[in-house]
């Protein structure tokens, strides 16, 4: 069964950007490290992003405009680097579910930056930024040297697949965008997180025959699995 009970509003309009640049052996993508902060969400390691603000409206349009001009902004603001929204693909979105408390509806958008490209974080609510190639953060992460949120972890092993950005830019941006919304179930030591298309996603049973989407969370760490 699903986690707790439903206790917050309607999510908050978001986005992140994903930028990737040519290295060798592979690709790599920039992380940014969030200063510390009361809630106890210090040192996370994101991509850059934030709430769409109301100058991000200019006039009437679809939610994805919207999320689009945030993500050039935030990106800008955080990280010091400028973008041009039509180089920008539409890779996925994340809605948070119901049962937490702060919400939020993000576009995920994937884009690719010269390797000469330098980065300026903001020093106040950005403290530190790293390239890394995908298996590096990775294998970082469930080392515990640098912790991902799951729908960070999840595009990050989307990214693994890929060797060139222009591939990566090439092969998400023609996908299915997918929506997440995640079921999340309670497991043994941990949590499963149900995915829209995963055959226990309406029900709640991670143990049903059939298509799966998800990600494991147990105290080893992350598993994402899907079936195609």
């Known amino acids: 069964m699903g986690l707790g009970e439903i206790v917050s509003d309607e999510p908050r309009a978001s986005a992140t950007v994903v930028l990737v640049r040519d290295a060798e052996p592979a690709l790599e993508l920039l992380l940014l490290q969030r200063a510390p902060r009361a809630d106890g969400a210090a040192g996370a390691w994101v991509f850059p992003g934030g709430k769409v603000e109301p100058r991000d409206r200019p006039r009437a349009e679809d939610e994805r405009e919207a999320a689009l001009r945030a993500a050039v902004r935030e990106t800008h603001e955080e990280a010091g680097l400028a973008l041009e929204a039509p180089s920008l693909v ?3 979105r994340w809605i948070t579910p119901e049962v937490a408390a702060k919400r939020f ?3 995920f958008f994937l884009g690719a ?18 390239w890394i190639q995908p298996y590096t953060a990775l294998e970082a992460h469930h080392a515990g040297e640098i912790r991902l949120a799951p ?12 060797r060139r950005a222009a591939e990566a830019l090439s ?4 996908a299915e965008t997918l929506t997440f919304r995640p079921n999340i179930c309670r497991i043994q030591d941990g949590a499963c997180m149900l995915y829209p298309g995963d055959v226990g996603y309406e029900s709640g049973d991670v143990e049903a025959s059939g298509p799966r989407h998800r990600l494991w969370a147990s105290p080893d760490g992350y598993r994402y699995e899907r079936t195609r």
């Open 151 to 162: 729908p960070t972890f999840v595009t990050v092993t989307w990214l693994a697949e890929h």
């Open 90 to 92: 539409t890779i996925s």
């Open 105 to 107: 509806d993000t576009w």
């Open 171 to 174: 092969v998400l941006g023609r």
């Open 113 to 130: 930056v010269p390797s000469h490209e330098a980065v300026r974080v903001d020093g106040s609510e950005i403290v530190d930024h790293r």
